[in-house]
């Protein structure tokens, strides 16, 4: 079993059934966490028999990388694969003085938001706290940024719970991995540094704020429930008079600490002057700032992005009634950055590899093997 993903009060349980005194955990959460490491051997400061012991009935294993890729631009992308062989992605996304770890929360999604490419993927299953923190590690891994540096020289300084899936919908595991991320003697990921996005869970977000004490992002991509609805699902059960609600009522939003709204520019959808002005009335007295997206599209995808001057026109009309509305160009788009694509585009070379390989079989064989693979897929 992987230690990885433990709070430290469960990690000093597992010590204390060893006999263990409590300052162990102490000691095994700085190697796990500080110093990342990633065998018992290396963990100098307990005794070579605690390690033993250890190293009988645990391990430090975080999700491994089956794909990494580094944009032009400097994005990093990993696609994970975890001990049942399901896969999920994390980008990093560098700025000018510091960058974010973009995570995921599930594999797949259960919400079908027509501009999101992992909304074209059926939910498998939640992630636990262990895979949600170790793709964390994984990429610190990556960028050698072990012991936690400080804020002011760690490239990694930022978390962002907004890749695959819903995170609120992972409400348990999702809590737990920040609990860990957030520990100042361990990930040190400060919560002010912490956002999680959702598509507008509006029961579970002032628990959000409650208990996670996060940054919040919302997916909004509309102004009216006519349009919101026909390209979020989501608002059909939460609309948006309970979703604005729930915001205002988020705990501790202020003018300090904004909630930022995404708005994908989709067009001849939601870009409109009189869709910047719906926009305008919506979130009158919140306190939040716009993420302006231009649409980053797929092979298939049922949208176009709005064009430069559309979007500057937009941003334009915000800035003018004193909302902070910046553009967020995508960023990381030769590979595959945008979420759910390097997902999809590895099961699509692995189904041609799979299909190219029973072509080379006789009609026997390959029966044999389709029977097999649709079991598989069933499981």
């Not at 993903?5 to 059934?17: H, K």
């Not at 089956?66 to 560098?94: C, H, M, N």
């Amino acid at each position: 079993m992987t230690l990885i993903g433990l709070t430290r009060p469960e990690l000093t349980r597992v010590l204390d059934d060893m006999g263990e005194k409590p300052f162990r955990g102490k000691q095994l959460w700085h190697w796990m966490y500080h110093r990342g490491a990633r065998e018992f051997s290396e963990m100098s400061t307990l005794s070579k028999a605690l390690r033993t012991r250890l190293e009988a009935d645990h391990n430090l294993a975080r999700p491994q990388p089956s794909r990494e890729q580094t944009s032009g631009d400097g994005t990093r992308k990993w696609l994970f694969r975890f001990e049942d062989g399901r896969e999920a992605e994390a980008v990093y996304i560098p700025e000018e003085d510091r960058g974010a770890v973009c995570l995921s929360s599930q594999v797949g999604c259960t919400l079908t938001c027509r501009f999101c490419h992992t909304g074209t993927q059926m939910l498998v299953r939640d992630l636990t706290s262990a895979e949600i923190v170790g793709q964390f590690m994984a990429a610190r891994d990556s960028y050698g940024e072990w012991p936690t540096p400080t804020d002011e020289t760690r490239q990694l300084s930022n978390v962002v719970l907004m890749g695959m899936g819903e995170p609120l919908f992972n409400f348990d595991a999702v809590a737990r991995a920040v609990e860990i991320l957030s520990d100042g003697e361990g990930l040190a990921v400060s919560r002010r540094r912490i956002t999680l996005s959702t598509a507008g869970v509006v029961p579970m977000i002032e628990r959000c704020g409650r208990e996670m004490g996060v940054n919040l992002a919302v997916s909004l991509h509309a102004a009216t429930d006519e349009v919101r609805s026909a390209i979020m699902p989501i608002n059909r059960k939460y609309p948006l008079e309970q979703l604005m609600a729930a915001l205002r009522a988020y705990p501790g939003v202020s003018n300090a600490r904004r909630i930022t709204l995404e708005y994908v520019m989709l067009k001849g959808v939601n870009d409109s002057p009189a869709d910047a002005q719906a926009l305008i009335r919506l979130v009158r007295g919140l306190p939040c700032k716009f993420n302006l997206i231009p649409f980053n599209p797929w092979p298939g995808a049922p949208f176009e992005c709005s064009s430069m001057n559309t979007i500057r026109r937009f941003a334009d009309q915000l800035a003018d009634a004193g909302l902070t509305a910046p553009i967020r160009m995508p960023r990381g788009r030769d590979i595959l950055a945008a979420c759910g694509q390097l997902k999809s585009a590895s099961e699509r070379e692995r189904l041609q590899g799979y299909r190219a390989r029973l072509a080379r079989l006789d009609p026997e064989a390959r029966a044999a093997a389709e029977a097999e693979h649709g079991r598989a897929a069933r499981e």
